[in-house]
């Protein structure tokens, strides 16, 4: 090998080694910002859902029962979680949704 090919090839691995502490470290956070990426959801929606009722009468009258909004969340297509409810303006902070009839996914 002559002294012109050896600077050369002096030269990158010089520059290998200085910068392969950063490559490493920007491979670790590559790899966490796609993992993240992986478990966020395929999209949140605002769901609002205006109950109205009325007795077997002909012709029927219908009468205003409540106003549900919350934030729901679609994973992967099939899972949703359901957050941020609101009935009536007021915060639902009940576990459960007794009463309410919420069936499965959408579309």
Same mark, same amino acid.
């Given at each position: ?19 392969a ?12 910002n ?8 395929? /999209? ?6 205006? =109950?109205? $009722?009325? &007795?077997?009468?002909?012709? %029927?009258?219908? +009468? ?9 969340a /679609? ?6 979680? =359901?957050? $941020?409810? &609101?009935?009536?303006?007021? %915060?639902?902070? +009940? ?13």
């Amino acid at each position: 090998m002559n002294k012109r090919s050896l600077l050369p090839a002096l030269l990158l691995s010089c520059l290998r080694a200085q910068f392969a502490p950063h490559q490493t470290a920007l491979e670790h956070v590559r790899a966490v910002n796609l993992e993240r990426a992986a478990k966020l959801p395929d /999209f949140v929606a605002d769901e609002t859902a205006v =109950r109205y $009722h009325s &007795r077997h009468t002909d012709p %029927p009258e219908w +009468k205003h029962v409540d106003t549900i909004e919350s934030e729901i969340a /679609f994973q992967r297509g099939t899972q949703f979680s =359901r957050q $941020h409810v &609101r009935v009536n303006g007021q %915060p639902w902070h +009940k576990k459960g949704f007794n009463g309410y009839n919420w069936g499965g996914p959408l579309g």
